[in-house]
């Protein structure tokens, strides 16, 4: 029967195989989340290259790799007595950034950022990109920063204004800001960076902007919904 280790102690076992196993490959772990796929446990996990792209078969071998490593926590962690849906994938296009890890990792990409107020450059607002530094000492750290591209919309009606022929000259980046992390609502991967999948290390075949592996069953127990 399995020894009781509480699901931090199970997330804390998975996490330092799954790093060994990663980092080998000469990726990154994102993250590492216990959860349930309809009426069986999943163990879901997200991994990162920051040269190339995360293809299927690197899903599949860190599949591979990870479940045999599994096999012999069965007699002592209970999530991993009876089956279990491992799932392997890549990040989301646009994912929402939440972890010290994660902020680490994507580090040097582009961000979209939303805030409770203005910032101390009043002509952001709220909402903007730039490319993400680092996060230390409770703040945000950016660069290059501008204010978020407005979303521009089709035909809205016979009574609709034309839209002028006369752009507007792009606001200038602001070189370095700094935010408070109390003020920030959220950090996301920009979605612009679809256009460029090589950069973002996404698996072009993969039209939901994650390069999942299909599902291994593994040989009923604790139910957990828990992230690293």
Known sequence: MPTNKSAEQAIETVTALAEEIVQALGMSLVEIHFGQAGRQKSLEVTIYRR???????????????????????????????GPYVLDV??????????????????????????????TSESSL??????????????????????????????????????PSHKKAPPPE????????????????????LLKNLKALDIDAEISSGAANCDGVEAPDAIETDITI
């Open 51 to 81: 040269e190339g792209k995360v293809s299927l078969s690197d899903c599949e071998q860190v599949s591979r790799e990870l479940d045999a490593r599994l096999e012999q926590l069965q007699d002592q962690v209970a999530f991993f007595h």
């Open 89 to 118: 994938a890549s990040p989301g296009i646009d994912r929402l950034l939440k972890s010290p890890r994660e902020f680490e990792i994507f580090s040097g990409l582009q961000v979209e950022v939303k805030t409770k107020i203005n």
């Open 125 to 162: 607002g709220q909402h903007f990109v730039g490319v993400l530094e680092k996060v230390g000492n409770d703040e945000l750290h950016l660069s290059n920063v501008k204010p978020a591209p407005q979303k521009t919309f089709g035909n809205a009606g016979k009574g609709a204004k034309k």
């Open 173 to 192: 980046a602001i070189k370095s800001l700094v935010v408070p992390l109390k003020q920030v609502i959220q950090v996301r991967l920009h979605p612009e």
